[in-house]
């Protein structure tokens, strides 16, 4: 059972949507015009539209055939990033410094193709809910439509979401229960030192000095306090300092991220940098000030969930195209809130492109769409099988 072919019949429809989508990027919680497309169709299709939620998330509701109470979610991500797209493909980008670079204009896509699919079809018995989520990158948008009651306006009793994947081929799926992929915290570290003439370093508390000290002692953490059988990143991605040549500047700022796969970890991480900074505070008479930020959560699958995945994947793409041994991410996805909140699991669909996400030179492979469009139908209908009559 390849893609379905009422899906296929219209996939040229999906691609000049997701073309259109892509030409026109929006950032987290400024998708205004990418909602309003996506109201728009929904409502053409006869499904039931709500929007506003997390700000401009927009849910659509609909109705099976059947009378069951059963009720499954199934989420798309909206927004761009900020950066500038490099390619010469007809539909880039039209606006500076937005690029859909991780390719979440094919997620918008792939769910509208569900949801016209599933409305023209209906077999399924049961309710489900398009989540079309904003913000996903780093802006917090699943938790923005969590505090506005999305399970408590829609509850659903699964939920599942999905991203391309430029590693993987088109037409292959990766889905494997348990911790898929890491939680981050972003983190500031302001270093006030005292500043003075360069030649005269011996009147500063010298901030410089003091953030490369502390930028070395951080990559500590990893090598010498987690256990060498769990994993967790340390990343010092800014040092901002000084604008002269002989000037020690006042104040040092560090900041980055970081990603692990278990909850200790990340409290271990977050503890050991406080003590650092502080001991450093002390040792060179300055006050450093720590500020981690917990991010995304670690995602992690539900069992039953993602092996129902998985036998659906094999129906649609093929058993030799579907992998489920385990392949952990440290790439953060906000989903992992909605998977805290309600059983569900989040699998990676592969396509032709093969320049990494978040690269310039992204390119989104339309041919995925109908295959991902497949694969959330088959889901809807194998989880809410209508009776046989
Ligand atoms: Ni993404």
């Not at 913000?135 to 938790?143: S, T």
């Not at 030192?193 to 901030?207: C, I």
């Not at 659906?312 to 989903?335: C, L, Q």
């Not at 989040?346 to 989104?364: D, Q, R, T």
């Amino acid at each position: 059972m390849p893609n379905i072919d009422l899906i296929d019949s219209f996939a040229d429809d999906l691609t000049s949507i997701r073309r259109d989508l892509h030409a026109h990027p929006e950032i987290g919680f400024e998708e205004h015009r990418t909602s309003g497309i996506v109201a728009e169709k929904l409502a053409q299709w006869g499904i039931e539209v709500h929007r506003g939620l997390g700000g401009t998330g927009v849910v659509g509701v609909l109705k099976g055939k059947g009378d069951s109470g059963r009720r499954i979610g199934l989420r798309a991500d909206m927004d761009a990033l900020p950066m500038e797209e490099h390619t010469n493909l007809s539909w880039r980008s039209t606006v500076p410094g937005r690029f859909h670079g991780c390719g979440h204009d094919g997620h918008t896509t792939m769910l509208l193709g569900t949801a016209r699919y599933l409305a023209q079809t209906r077999n399924f018995d049961g309710t489900v809910a398009f989540i079309f989520q904003p913000a996903e990158e780093g802006l917090g948008g699943a938790r923005a439509m969590l505090k506005d009651g999305l399970f408590e306006k829609f509850p659903v009793d699964e939920v599942y979401g999905l991203h391309n994947d430029p590693d993987l081929d088109l037409g292959q799926v990766s889905v494997f229960p348990g911790a898929s992929m890491a939680g981050a915290d972003f983190f500031d570290i302001t270093i006030k030192g005292y500043g003075s003439h360069g030649a005269m370093p011996h009147n500063a508390r010298d901030p410089v000095v003091i953030a490369m000290t502390l930028g070395q002692a951080l990559q500590t953490i990893v090598s010498r306090n987690v256990h060498p059988l769990k994993s967790a990143v340390l990343s010092i991605t800014q040092i901002h300092a000084g604008a002269a040549y002989n000037v020690v500047p006042g104040e040092a700022k560090l900041a980055g991220t970081v990603r692990a796969f278990d909850d200790g970890v990340r409290q271990l991480v977050r503890k050991r940098m406080r003590a650092i900074a502080a001991g450093m505070a002390a040792a060179f008479e300055v006050e450093i000030e720590v500020d981690i930020r917990d991010i995304f959560s670690v995602l992690v699958n539900h069992e039953e969930p993602a092996h129902a995945v998985a036998e659906v994947a094999r129906g649609v793409v093929g058993g030799d195209n579907v992998i489920t041994s385990p392949r952990p991410r440290m790439g953060s996805e906000d989903f992992a809130d909605m998977l805290q909140a309600v059983p569900g699991a989040y699998f990676w669909v592969g396509h032709g492109g093969s320049v990494p996400l978040h690269n310039p030179g992204y390119i989104f492979d339309d041919k995925m769409l109908p295959v991902g469009a497949s694969l959330f139908s088959r889901l809807i209908e194998t989880r809410m099988p209508l009776a046989q009559a």
